[in-house]
């Protein structure tokens, strides 16, 4: 069974992100990942390309990370992640008082304040993939050094290398929200549900 490292693994480095790929004859049709340590080991057809491992890789990888976020991270958890997050692309500076999930929140997705040096987060993000959760944390941890959003704010979390992909995500999130409601196949519809169709 053939093995090796994904080197550019859903848009991370292979520091960031220790990926083992393993072909195997034997396999057909399934692609299969778990978690072996710090490592994530993903098995694959040995006839697969090299570009459907790349996709099939970024998207196990999703897979795994929205199973683990659905375990939700208890307060104590978000503090520990924090405390990794600062130390990876903010050098250690950023040290809140106090990280933990509020259910109050529903026009934002976490918050910060400087001064008590607390960090609250959203109930929405639970079940959201584990990157999404990161990227806010790490926005607000950001906060924590510089409030507004200016160019000395962006710069902090240009080191998080999925920063566009969470925003994109939880732009969808918010835009799907704002969708009408459209009937299921079970549900009846009524004419002012449809609006003017004229």
């Avoid at 994904?6 to 004859?25: C, N, T």
């Avoid at 991270?73 to 933990?100: E, K, M, Q, W």
């Amino acid at each position: 069974m053939p093995r090796r490292r994904a080197p550019e693994a859903s848009g991370e480095s292979a520091a960031a992100q220790d990926v083992e790929v393993r072909r195997s004859a034997r396999r057909s049709r399934t692609v299969s990942a778990y978690r072996e340590g710090d490592r994530t080991v993903v098995l694959i057809p040995a006839r697969m390309s090299a570009a459907e491992e790349k996709r099939w890789v970024a998207q196990m990888l999703d897979k795994l990370a929205a199973q683990e976020s659905r375990q939700v991270l208890g307060d104590d958890a978000l503090v520990t992640r924090a405390a990794d997050l600062s130390t990876r692309y903010l050098g250690g500076r950023a040290v809140p008082a106090s990280v933990r999930w509020v259910t109050n929140q529903n026009t934002r997705w976490g918050s910060c304040t400087p001064v008590e040096g607390t960090i609250r987060l959203s109930h929405r993000l639970q079940g959201m993939p584990e990157y999404v959760i990161e990227y806010v944390l790490l926005h607000e941890l950001a906060h924590l050094l510089v409030a507004d959003h200016g160019p000395r704010f962006w710069a902090l979390l240009a080191g998080y290398p999925r920063t566009e992909r969470a925003r994109g995500y939880l732009e969808g999130v918010v835009a799907a929200a704002r969708l009408p409601h459209v009937p299921g196949p079970r549900e009846e519809s009524r004419p002012e549900d449809l609006g003017d169709c004229g």
